[in-house]
């Protein structure tokens, strides 16, 4: 887990730079909210508003990232009301809170900025609850989120905006589908029936910290697309909020909520939530936890105690998510699995396409973003597919095929990155038999997305560049056959 951590790739230290942004930024926000006169309460949901402000926000241009922002506030602030004036009022809370949590994901469907909207109204009740907010706080409350966001703002697109300087990012849209066949659709009927069970259940351990058991259930939810996911996704939370809980008994409960050491170690667990968030959400987890310890150190509340109830709540929520995957409307893993490799294989042949046309003269053609779409891509399937590869998976004849099936996969891209260098040579010249490679190459894809059992083998390599990185594309097209499709034709996970 370590190695995954720290020896994970970062093009372009986009990571470091997201998490170093994110300590100014949501530091500043905290020293605006501390010089404008507000309370330690008004600092801590200033801090947090514009932790979600620069976390959760993930469009694909810098003007889209700005739109969303600004419409942060105008879903969080009327969540925030409800939530205060309904503190003293728990069935209506209650009732409020499971409508946020079901409109939240059932927002997804309409992209990043949908996502982005739920997170926000979702965390703006929750950080009532964990604040206790009353009504008369509201206004203080109201000017702290406006001001932190705003912090925020100025950083991420005034004082260190490296997105103008990127690509935009390709963010793949979720599988399709109407009603209840629409993923987002019947995740958001489990997200509101395992925050139910959560709530109930969380109130029974807890009177006063119940909440923490919906937030965990909320969390499991986001992100994922399948049953297999959030499985997955359950387990890591519990074993990344345990490890977290140790080094807060070893950490922080020692600082006894000291302003100065305090402040490095919440900039530190803010540096490890962003740097850690894309590539392991066990330490995510890790850091959220440690985070919330500090703050409840500040608050003047933190005991083993609260520590050992944080664990069981989070079990609560990780129970309900389970449960709801389980038995409501359950979304199959190989459903979601089958859909973004059909998508991945249909991205290599379009980055085939567009760097044939290129080697052939083409000057509009550019593979570059359908390389960048494909990267995409192939982070859902690994998304996808972590359910078969699990250490604890009892499926070992699956693992292995999963496992086969990334392998080549990612010799797919690496194919494909390298017909793409090689196309960025002005000397590269038009082959005759290049057309011929990319023909097979299309049957292939098509080969494999439409369930045919006979994929042409490939050709003997040719030394040139662009035709040895086609003669690997084919390569791996014709082993992906054999692990995609049993001998009776099922899917990779089966049935």
Not at 108 to 113: D, L
Not at 122 to 138: D, E, I, K
Request: hydrophobic share 55%; aromatic share 6%.
């Amino acid at each position: 887990m370590l190695k995954r951590v720290f020896v994970a790739p970062d093009p372009g230290r986009v990571r470091l730079r997201f998490a170093a942004r994110a300590v100014l930024g949501i530091g500043l926000a905290v020293v605006v909210c501390g010089l404008a006169g507000h309370s330690l309460t008004g600092a801590v949901t200033g801090g947090l508003a514009a932790l979600l402000a620069l976390f959760t926000v993930a469009d694909a241009t810098v003007r889209g990232q700005a739109v969303t922002t600004a419409l942060l506030p105008a879903v969080g602030l009327p969540v925030l009301a409800a939530a205060a004036e309904l503190h003293d009022v728990p069935v209506a809370r209650d009732l409020v809170f499971l409508a946020v949590v079901g409109a939240g994901v059932y927002a997804r469907r309409w992209g990043p900025r949908g996502h982005s909207l739920g997170v926000f109204a979702f965390m703006t009740f929750f950080v009532a609850q964990f604040l206790h907010a009353a009504p008369g706080q509201l206004p203080g409350l109201y000017a702290a989120v406006l001001l932190s966001v705003l912090s925020a703002a100025a950083v991420r697109f005034g004082l260190w905006c490296y997105e103008r300087r990127l690509p935009p990012p390709p963010v793949p849209a979720p599988p399709a589908g109407t009603g209840l066949a629409r993923v987002t659709t019947r995740q958001a009927v489990q997200a509101t029936a395992g925050a139910g069970f959560a709530l109930v259940a969380g109130q029974l351990v807890s009177g006063q910290r119940w909440y923490w058991a919906v937030g965990a259930t909320w969390w499991i939810f986001v992100n994922t697309a399948s049953r297999g996911e959030t499985l997955v996704r359950g387990f890591r939370r519990v074993l990344g909020t345990l490890i977290g809980i140790a080094l807060g008994l070893l950490v922080a409960a020692p600082v006894h909520g000291a302003p100065a050491p305090t402040a490095v170690l919440v900039a530190v667990a803010v540096f490890g939530i962003f740097y850690t968030a894309a590539v392991s959400y066990t330490w995510m987890m890790l850091w959220v936890t440690f985070l919330a310890e500090l703050l409840y150190g500040l608050l003047g509340v933190l005991t083993p105690g609260l520590l050992a109830l944080r664990l069981a709540e989070t079990a609560v929520g990780a129970l309900g998510a389970v449960l709801a995957v389980l038995f409501v409307l359950p979304v199959t893993t190989h459903l979601t699995t089958d859909a973004w490799i059909g998508r991945a294989l249909r991205c290599v042949h379009a980055c085939t396409a567009e760097a044939a046309a290129r080697l052939a003269g083409s000057a509009t053609a550019d593979p570059a973003p359908r390389v960048a779409e494909l990267e995409q891509l192939l982070g859902r399937v690994r998304l996808s597919v972590a359910p078969l590869v699990h250490p604890l998976t009892p499926m070992h004849g699956r693992k292995r095929r999963a496992r086969r099936v990334l392998a080549l996969l990612d010799d797919c891209a690496r194919e494909v990155r390298g017909l793409v260098a090689v196309t960025a040579d002005p000397e590269a010249s038009h082959d005759a038999r290049l057309a011929a490679a990319c023909w097979r190459v299309e049957a292939a894809v098509e080969a494999l997305t439409r369930g045919s059992e006979h994929i042409a083998a490939p050709a003997e390599p040719p030394a040139e560049p662009a035709l040895a990185h086609l003669h690997g594309l084919e390569r791996a097209l014709s082993e992906l056959a054999e692990p995609l499709r049993t001998p009776s034709g099922s899917p990779l996970v089966g049935a």
